[in-house]
T-cell receptor
Framework: KNQVEQSPQSLIILEGKNCTLQ??????????LRWYKQDTGRGPVSLTI?????NTKSNGRYTATLDADTKQSSLHITASQLSDSASYIC???????????FGAGTTVTVRA | ETGVTQTPRHLVMGMTNKKSLKCEQH?????MYWYKQSAKKPLELMFV???????ENNSVPSRFSPECPNSSHLFLHLHTLQPEDSALYLC???????????????FGSGTQLSVL
């Protein structure tokens, strides 16, 4: 079983609306959690990196939250734009070996 | 651009062909990686190189053969592939292979490989 689970697998939203993506992980002990954005046909690009002591981190209209106690993170997209259509990948690094565990991603489609 | 360049962007090959994927990073990083990304699945780490020495091979079949001549270049040589090897192959680099909080991982745009 994958140590990083993301939901939903995909979602469709209207331009200008908000959405929230979920990430649950079992990696322990935990070092940091990352969110990546991957446009179709491109490689993933880092959005945020958070340690266990950080509850929230923003990058423009993207806001990530982290609850290290429940091992949950979310990525909130505010006032979505067509360019937000992409796959969003949650990645967790353990503090034993600092290796990365990847989620399967959530595909977001923003429609006009 | 991320500073990691991959060529070719697309590749179609038969099962008996031999081809190579190329990756170059302009970030001065010491660690380079090959990942496989199949549809709807998490990225799979294939190989890790640190200071051009292979430090990790995640039970990858021998039909995939990596080569790292220096810290800036990474190749993936392909031969006698199977249709199930069709996927997006991503190269990445970072300063250190230990992904602590300050260590960002930079990806190339990938090579979309189709094996017929």
């Amino acid at each position: 079983k994958n140590q990083v689970e993301q939901s939903p697998q995909s979602l469709i939203i209207l331009e200008g609306k908000n959405c929230t993506l979920q990430c649950n992980y079992t990696v322990s002990p935990f070092s940091n959690l990352r969110w990546y954005k991957q446009d179709t046909g491109r490689g993933p690009v880092s959005l945020t990196i958070m340690t266990f002591s950080e509850n929230t981190k923003s990058n423009g209209r993207y806001t990530a939250t982290l609850d290290a106690d429940t091992k949950q993170s979310s990525l909130h997209i505010t006032a979505s734009q067509l360019s937000d259509s992409a796959s969003y990948i949650c990645v967790v690094s353990g503090s034993n070996d600092y290796k990365l565990s990847f989620g399967a991603g959530t595909t977001v489609t923003v429609r006009a | 651009e991320t500073g990691v360049t991959q060529t070719p962007r697309h590749l179609v090959m038969g099962m008996t062909n031999k081809k190579s994927l190329k990756c170059e990073q302009h970030l001065g990083h010491n660690a380079m990686y090959w990942y496989k990304q199949s549809a709807k699945k998490p990225l799979e780490l294939m190989f890790v190189y640190n200071f051009k020495e292979q430090t990790e091979n995640n039970s990858v079949p021998s039909r995939f053969s990596p080569e790292c001549p220096n810290s800036s270049h990474l190749f993936l040589h392909l031969h006698t592939l199977q249709p199930e090897d069709s996927a997006l192959y991503l190269c990445a680099s970072s300063q250190d292979p230990r992904h602590s909080t300050n260590e960002k991982l930079f990806f190339g745009s990938g090579t979309q490989l189709s094996v017929l």
